[in-house]
């Protein structure tokens, strides 16, 4: 059974930091591709951030500079360190499981909001 489990996400004030963690599990995790993505309300879900299973990362123009996807293939976390949030990064944000031609799974979100 495939699980995706999302933690870390709350409330911020603008410039603030968190960090959101997803714990994968009935996957083949270090062949697997994480991402981060993540949808605003009356938006569209859009990619954040995506590491791939050898560790090469890729950001959103909107979050370069501010946040890191990491991952540990050991304990088949994935992470996201979010620095210097502003109002506009409040949304839903979904892990998700990716191998080509395998399989995609995703979490079932994680609230984080940005408010004074």
């Known amino acids: 059974q495939v699980q995706l489990v999302e933690s870390g996400g709350g409330l911020v004030q603008p410039g603030g930091s968190l960090r959101l963690s997803c714990a994968a599990s009935g996957i083949i995790f270090s062949l697997t591709a994480m991402r981060w993505y993540r949808q605003a309300p009356g938006k569209e879900r859009e990619l954040v951030a995506v590491?791939?299973?050898?560790?090469?990362?890729n950001y959103a123009f909107s979050v370069k500079g501010r946040f890191t996807i990491s991952r540990d293939n050991a304990k088949n976390m994935v992470y996201l360190q979010m620095n210097s949030l502003k109002p506009e990064d409040t949304a839903v944000y979904y892990c998700n499981a990716y191998r080509p031609a395998y399989y995609e799974y995703w979490g079932q979100g994680t609230q984080v909001t940005v408010s004074s």
């Open positions: 590491i791939s299973s050898g560790g090469s990362t």
